[in-house]
């Protein structure tokens, strides 16, 4: 008799177990379907461009000599708005942990966590109608004062619409993403570590320079890659922002161009070979994206272990 | 290099709650003077406000006077900074900073506030430190090694390394071998006796024996019932309070009866 009440199932719980494991199994496969798929198409889509003749190609050298700019002004962009971001990002979410009252710090979080709703569009017009006009006398002075560092070389856009603006909007952009994640990681930070460095006399500064953000490090590493996922593939921002043109040095011309706005601004009356060209463009940014993922997971396993040993 | 503490009227809040209630007490320089009770009476509350720690829990204020050597801990302008870096404290759960090296931790008191120190001067103190923790044998080969690596007990000698580094007047410590086995609490305890000959030591303990063996002075601290403040019930020779308390309440403590 015991032996059959242990082997016999209870039918109803059972069956509900059976079928949500299905569920997240079905869901699990999905989502991996679907990136196989775009992934696929990406690539079936790309193939006329990578074999056609090079003089088919927009700009007649081939297909190389038609992506790399973009990638580059693409990366350009993508660092611009992470070195402006990152350091004020890391400021307000040790604001918000560590120094600010705790009401304030509740309600600047929420306003902080609501930049990143504001849909990208808007931001966009932003950059193209308010932002580009005020910041060009800056530009000037840039261009008269600093005209020897290439980056700053004039003549200056009259319009501001360069894509050092365009990176400017971009950190405004992942700003939410890597302060909230920052303020995360900062508030995990033990309490035992930081009355550690309390207690031997710290200020609440040097405490952060001891406990928090040695302990916070690799997260801040892995919150500033995700931005930089959101910077390299934002679109509408930079198609309104940028007056696009060929690869620059000088970051206060107009000109240089990146692989999203490239793709959006093109593709309406794209065809043909064209077609294919930009899908092709989608490939290179998507193997990009890949690539800053993967280093973003590799840095964050690497934290796990960390965490792990102390 | 120690200072005496002297404790007058001292009533510790959190926010409106009474956590301690009036608190007179004297504790003498180079001695070791432990605080037992039962869990919840507040001493370890009150140790903390010896170098203003408390103030690192939202809403915990003081009333009363704290002296170290006659100055007033909460005067006026006084800045918990230079407190915490007068009175070093060691805690429950032996804490050296996770990312640093056993070095490293030892120093991280003495570069605080940029203080600049050479590499002769802090590698002597950096051995000194260790040494007055009984840890240099242990480490002396791996100075570069992450704290985090060594046992527990190890631990928590690095702490009081890092704490002693500094070269405070006075060394709190916070149940320091709660976390412990038996053998490392020994060493820990052999430390102590040895600490006192340089600073004044306070330990909190949940460990009546360890109280009995390590100090001079004990202090016994009692709540009235839940919601109520702890108090200081008696206070004198650690002999007298162990064989021979005044008040019932430590005897029957002392003697296993309750708690």
């Given at each position: 008799?015991?032996?059959?009440?242990?082997?016999?199932?209870?039918?109803?719980?059972?069956?509900g177990?059976?079928?949500?494991?299905?569920?997240?199994?079905?869901?699990?496969?999905?989502?991996?379907?679907?990136?196989?798929?775009?992934?696929?198409?990406?690539?079936?889509?790309?193939?006329?461009?990578?074999?056609?003749?090079?003089?088919?190609?927009?700009?007649?050298?081939?297909?190389?000599?038609?992506i790399?700019?973009i990638?580059?002004?693409?990366?350009?962009?993508?660092?611009?708005?992470l070195?402006?971001?990152?350091?004020?990002?890391?400021?307000?979410?040790?604001?918000?942990?560590?120094?600010?009252?705790?009401?304030?710090?509740?309600?600047?979080?929420?306003?902080v966590?609501?930049?990143?709703?504001?849909?990208?569009?808007?931001?966009?017009?932003?950059?193209?109608?308010?932002?580009?006009?005020?910041?060009a006398?800056?530009?000037d002075?840039?261009?008269?004062?600093?005209?020897?560092?290439?980056?700053?070389q004039?003549?200056?856009?009259?319009?501001?619409?360069?894509?050092?603006?365009?990176?400017i909007?971009?950190a405004?952009?992942?700003?939410?993403?890597?302060?909230?994640?920052?303020?995360?990681?900062?508030?995990?930070t033990?309490?035992?570590?930081?009355?550690?460095?309390?207690?031997?006399?710290?200020?609440?500064?040097?405490?952060?320079?001891?406990?928090?953000l040695?302990?916070g490090?690799?997260?801040?590493?892995?919150?500033?890659?995700?931005g930089?996922?959101?910077?390299?593939?934002?679109?509408?921002?930079?198609?309104?922002?940028?007056?696009?043109?060929?690869?620059?040095?000088?970051?206060?011309?107009?000109?240089?161009?990146?692989?999203?706005?490239?793709?959006?601004?093109?593709?309406?009356?794209?065809?043909?070979?064209?077609?294919?060209?930009?899908?092709?463009?989608?490939?290179?940014?998507?193997?990009?994206?890949?690539g800053?993922?993967?280093?973003?997971?590799?840095?964050?396993?690497?934290?796990?272990?960390?965490?792990?040993?102390n | 290099m120690?200072?005496?503490?002297?404790?007058k009227?001292?009533?510790?809040?959190?926010?409106?709650?009474?956590?301690?209630?009036?608190?007179?007490?004297?504790?003498?320089?180079?001695?070791?003077?432990?605080?037992?009770?039962?869990?919840?009476?507040?001493?370890?509350?009150f140790?903390?406000?010896?170098?203003?720690?408390?103030?690192?829990?939202?809403?915990a204020?003081?009333?009363g006077?704290?002296?170290?050597?006659?100055?007033?801990?909460?005067?006026?302008?006084?800045?918990?900074?230079?407190?915490?870096?007068?009175i070093?404290?060691?805690?429950?759960?032996?804490?050296?900073?996770?990312?640093?090296?056993?070095?490293?931790?030892?120093?991280?008191?003495?570069?605080?506030?940029n203080?600049?120190?050479?590499?002769?001067?802090?590698?002597?103190l950096?051995?000194?430190?260790?040494?007055?923790?009984?840890l240099?044998?242990?480490?002396?080969?791996?100075?570069?090694?992450?704290?985090?690596?060594?046992?527990?007990?190890?631990?928590?000698?690095?702490?009081?390394?890092?704490a002693?580094?500094?070269?405070?007047?006075?060394?709190?410590?916070?149940?320091?071998?709660?976390?412990?086995?038996?053998?490392?609490?020994l060493?820990?305890?052999?430390?102590?006796?040895?600490?006192?000959?340089?600073y004044?030591?306070?330990?909190?303990?949940?460990?009546?024996?360890?109280?009995?063996?390590v100090?001079?002075?004990?202090?016994?601290?009692?709540?009235?019932?839940?919601?109520?403040?702890?108090?200081?019930?008696?206070?004198?020779?650690?002999h007298?309070?162990?064989?021979?308390?005044?008040?019932?309440?430590?005897?029957?403590?002392?003697?296993?009866?309750?708690g």
């Amino acid at each position: 008799m015991t032996s059959t009440s242990l082997t016999k199932s209870q039918g109803a719980g059972r069956a509900g177990d059976k079928v949500f494991s299905g569920a997240t199994l079905a869901a699990g496969c999905l989502i991996l379907a679907v990136l196989f798929g775009v992934a696929l198409f990406l690539v079936i889509q790309s193939l006329p461009a990578f074999t056609a003749p090079a003089e088919d190609i927009q700009g007649g050298e081939g297909f190389l000599a038609y992506i790399w700019p973009i990638v580059v002004g693409t990366l350009i962009a993508a660092v611009i708005a992470l070195v402006i971001a990152t350091p004020v990002a890391i400021g307000v979410a040790l604001f918000i942990s560590h120094y600010a009252p705790r009401g304030l710090a509740s309600g600047l979080g929420y306003v902080v966590d609501l930049l990143a709703a504001i849909p990208s569009v808007v931001y966009g017009a932003w950059g193209a109608a308010f932002l580009a006009k005020e910041i060009a006398p800056a530009y000037d002075w840039l261009a008269k004062n600093m005209g020897w560092l290439p980056i700053f070389q004039g003549p200056a856009s009259a319009t501001g619409k360069t894509i050092l603006t365009a990176g400017i909007v971009l950190a405004v952009m992942v700003l939410p993403i890597i302060t909230s994640l920052s303020r995360e990681i900062f508030l995990q930070t033990p309490k035992l570590h930081e009355e550690a460095a309390l207690a031997l006399g710290a200020t609440r500064w040097e405490m952060i320079r001891m406990a928090v953000l040695p302990f916070g490090r690799p997260g801040i590493v892995s919150a500033v890659m995700l931005g930089l996922g959101r910077a390299l593939g934002e679109t509408m921002a930079v198609a309104l922002v940028l007056s696009s043109g060929a690869l620059t040095a000088s970051l206060i011309q107009s000109g240089n161009q990146t692989i999203a706005a490239e793709i959006a601004l093109n593709f309406p009356e794209a065809s043909g070979l064209k077609v294919s060209t930009l899908i092709a463009a989608g490939l290179v940014l998507f193997v990009i994206t890949l690539g800053v993922n993967m280093i973003a997971r590799w840095i964050i396993t690497r934290h796990k272990e960390f965490s792990g040993a102390n | 290099m120690s200072k005496r503490i002297d404790v007058k009227d001292l009533n510790v809040y959190y926010g409106k709650f009474l956590a301690v209630e009036d608190v007179n007490i004297n504790i003498d320089a180079k001695s070791v003077t432990a605080f037992i009770g039962p869990s919840g009476c507040g001493k370890s509350t009150f140790l903390r406000t010896l170098n203003r720690m408390h103030e690192v829990i939202p809403g915990a204020r003081v009333e009363g006077e704290v002296l170290l050597d006659g100055d007033n801990l909460y005067g006026p302008g006084v800045d918990p900074v230079t407190v915490r870096s007068q009175i070093g404290m060691v805690f429950q759960r032996p804490n050296p900073f996770p990312t640093m090296s056993i070095r490293d931790n030892v120093l991280a008191g003495v570069k605080l506030n940029n203080k600049k120190i050479s590499k002769g001067e802090a590698d002597s103190l950096v051995e000194r430190s260790l040494r007055g923790a009984n840890l240099w044998n242990e480490v002396k080969d791996r100075l570069a090694k992450p704290g985090s690596g060594l046992s527990g007990g190890q631990q928590q000698r690095l702490c009081i390394a890092r704490a002693i580094a500094v070269e405070p007047q006075v060394i709190l410590m916070d149940e320091p071998c709660s976390a412990l086995d038996p053998i490392s609490t020994l060493a820990i305890e052999d430390l102590i006796n040895e600490l006192k000959d340089e600073y004044t030591v306070v330990i909190v303990t949940h460990n009546m024996q360890q109280a009995a063996r390590v100090s001079d002075k004990t202090a016994f601290f009692n709540i009235a019932g839940t919601g109520k403040p702890g108090k200081l019930i008696e206070y004198g020779d650690t002999h007298t309070i162990f064989s021979n308390p005044t008040v019932k309440a430590t005897e029957d403590y002392v003697s296993g009866r309750f708690g």
